[in-house]
């Protein structure tokens, strides 16, 4: 194996290479093919999560247990493309990363032995990295460590090499607030429309200007058609897929990192059932691992946070649920007494427990010195469908018996 430097490049003994992409932090993973003058051909070339399939390329999601990864099968890659790039960002928008090195590792993808590895070192104010590029010399693949980064995040990487990248649209006009009784769901921005650009891209600011801040287009509501769909405070997304309402079993997952100063933090993740008059039907949590039926489980207490993918994950069966339990919220709280500026970082995601295949992810930032969040909340309607809002309102409370009310009015 061989560890790699800046401008480094080793000939490939495999036909088919994956390149992994890790870092203390989730990140968004992605591919581009390249022609002779260092762009794509349509945006049909850029691979990531929502068109994770291209001519010889392909993308695979981690699902924030296992890093996601870029495979390149060299021999069916078209005529006319001479270099894939492999580029990274922080899932987390406007994260830098400083402090948070990737490391891109080189593998053989039949047999999963490592070829090389490479860590960009001296990374600061780059939200944005071209990690490593595979690419044809003299008729044969060879890979090499870039470690190239951006400030303007990944529309820098991707308007360099020619992907178009949309205008932003005005905001949405705001919601009507809720009836006073009966849940109600909160309006939330579209899903991107084609070309499937990632819809974290904002284009990059004027030379010299600040980067804008991502604005949810106008109308329309988010579903799970396109694939993953990465929610800000407040936004929300329907789930349905394939204009089918999603009634099989989910997985909530909750992670965080160990408290800044490297002491040990006991968060306890919670759902909260309620019926249609916002009244309080039960609460999952370490000490009740299961309620309503069985339709909702808990994995049980984690006590420090340590390890790498969700420390607490709560399944719920959407089509086992009883009739009276309409709203859903799902709460962090910190027993052990510590605040959430304390924490490095907390985040949720639904996944479809079937295939494990990640559906929604919120990363909680800006945390509040308070010890208790409530960081999402679901709603069925009165289609049958079911809606995800993803909240992070802070409240001071240390177990989930002082999130009850709260939970119940934020519905």
């Not at 205008?167 to 949405?172: I, K, N, W």
């Not at 919220?329 to 924490?343: A, L, P, W």
Request: net charge negative.
């Amino acid at each position: 194996m061989t560890a790699m430097t800046p401008g480094s490049n080793i000939p490939l003994t495999a036909q088919r290479v994956a390149v992994d992409v890790t870092a203390p932090v989730r990140l968004d993973v992605s591919g581009l093919l390249l022609t002779a003058d260092g762009k794509v051909r349509s945006d049909d070339d850029f691979i990531f999560y929502n068109q994770p399939a291209g001519p010889g390329v392909t993308y695979t999601s981690g699902g924030g247990a296992s890093p996601d990864s870029i495979t390149v099968d060299t021999t069916a890659v078209p005529p006319g493309i001479e270099k894939i790039v492999v580029t990274a960002s922080p899932d987390a928008a406007g994260q830098t990363f400083q402090g948070i090195e990737p490391t891109a590792t080189i593998r053989n993808a039949d047999d999963g032995s490592v070829l090389a590895t490479f860590t960009p070192p001296q990374l600061g104010a780059e939200t944005a990295l071209v990690v490593m590029e595979v690419y044809l010399r003299n008729g044969a693949w060879k890979a090499r460590a870039v470690g190239q980064g951006y400030a303007n995040g990944l529309a820098g990487i991707a308007t360099d090499f020619g992907v178009s990248v949309e205008e932003p649209e005005a905001p949405a006009a705001p919601a009507a607030a809720p009836a006073p009784v009966a849940p109600a769901p909160v309006a939330a921005p579209p899903a991107p429309t084609t070309p499937p650009v990632d819809p974290r891209i904002a284009p990059p600011p004027p030379q010299g200007a600040a980067p804008a801040a991502p604005v949810p287009a106008a109308g329309g509501k988010i579903n799970l058609d396109k694939g993953r769909v990465s929610l800000q405070k407040n936004q929300t997304v329907s789930l349905v897929k394939g204009g089918r309402p999603l009634l099989s079993q989910v997985k909530m997952g909750l992670g965080w990192e160990p408290a800044y100063r490297g002491k040990d933090i006991d968060l306890d993740a919670s759902v909260i059932a309620y019926g249609p008059q916002r009244n309080h039907v039960d609460s999952c949590y370490f000490g009740k691992l299961s309620i309503v039926n069985g339709a909702i489980k808990h994995s049980g207490d984690n006590l420090t946070g340590e390890g790498g993918g969700d420390d607490e994950v709560i399944v719920v069966d959407l089509g086992r649920l009883p009739q009276d339990v309409t709203g859903l919220v799902f709460t962090v709280n910190s027993f052990s007494g510590q605040k959430f500026t304390e924490v490095a970082k907390a985040y949720c995601r639904l996944l479809d427990a079937a295939t494990g295949e990640e559906l929604v992810r919120f990363d909680l930032t800006n945390a509040e010195p308070q010890t208790g969040v409530m960081m999402a909340k679901l709603i069925k309607q009165f289609s049958g469908e079911w809606e995800m809002t993803a909240m992070g309102d802070f409240v001071k409370s240390r177990t989930v018996r002082g999130m009850v009310k709260p939970a119940a009015q934020a519905l």
